[in-house]
C-alpha cells in the first residue's frame, strides 16, 4: 500500500485493519482508527475497512491533535480511499475522537463519495458531565449516522444519547450493547465474553450499511424496458 501523506505529517498511511462483510456489492470502504479487533462475519460479501492514524499516533503522544488538524487527517484518508477504489461508495466514521473529528469534517464540508458515518462510542461529553455539547454541529450533517453505544459508556449517557437522536430524527440510527463500557467491555458477572459485544457491533455496521448503501445506490434502467403508459405491439 502506498504512503498517505497528511502535511505534516508524512508518515500517515491508509491500510487494511480487517474485513467485515455485507450481503451486496458494491462494498462501500470505512475509514477508521484501528481500534477494533473484529470478529468473522457471517455475512456474504466482503466489505473492506481501512484505518488512518492520526498525526499525535504516530508520535505516540497522548495529547490529541486539534480539531483543524485532525479533520485535514479525515480529509486526507477519504482522498486516499478515493484513488485506491474509484467508483465505489464509502462509509466514514471512528471510535470517540476519530468519530467526532471525522463527523466536524463532514459538518463543515461534506467528504467526498462518503454516503453515511459510523461512530463507534460517539463521546458526548466528559464523564460525569451529561450534555449534549459536543453534538451541535452533527445538526449540519445531512448524511445518514449510526452510533454503536455501550449502555455504560461514561462519555454517553444513555438518557442524552437518546435524547440526540431523537432531535437528529432519520439521519441517526443507535443502537446500544446492553452492559457494554466505552471500550466495549462487559463485566464478568454478565457471562458474556467482549468478543461477543464486538460481534453484534459488526453485525450491527453490517446490516446498516447493507440498507444504506442498497437505498442509495442507483439502479439502472433496463435498455428493452418500455416506458409507463407505452403499448408494446
Known sequence: M???????CSKNHLRPAGVMCLRTAPAPVWIIRSWLPLPPSSRSVTLQL???????????GRRPDPPQLAQATVRAAVARALDLLPGLPLIAGGKSFGGRMTSQAQASAPL??????????????????PSQERAKHLFQVQIPMLFLQGARDQLASLEEIRALGKKLGKRATLKVFEGADYSFHLPARSGRKDRQVLGELVDALAAWADELILRTTPHPT????????RNIK
Open 50 to 60: 481501512y484505518a488512518t492514524k492520526f498525526p499525535y499516533m504516530e508520535r505516540r
Open 2 to 8: 502506498r504512503p498517505l501523506t497528511c502535511p505534516p
Open 222 to 229: 433496463p435498455r428493452n424496458s418500455s416506458k409507463p403508459g
Open 112 to 129: 467526498p463519495r462518503v454516503r453515511g458515518l459510523v461512530f463507534v462510542g460517539f463521546p458526548l461529553h466528559p464523564a460525569g458531565h
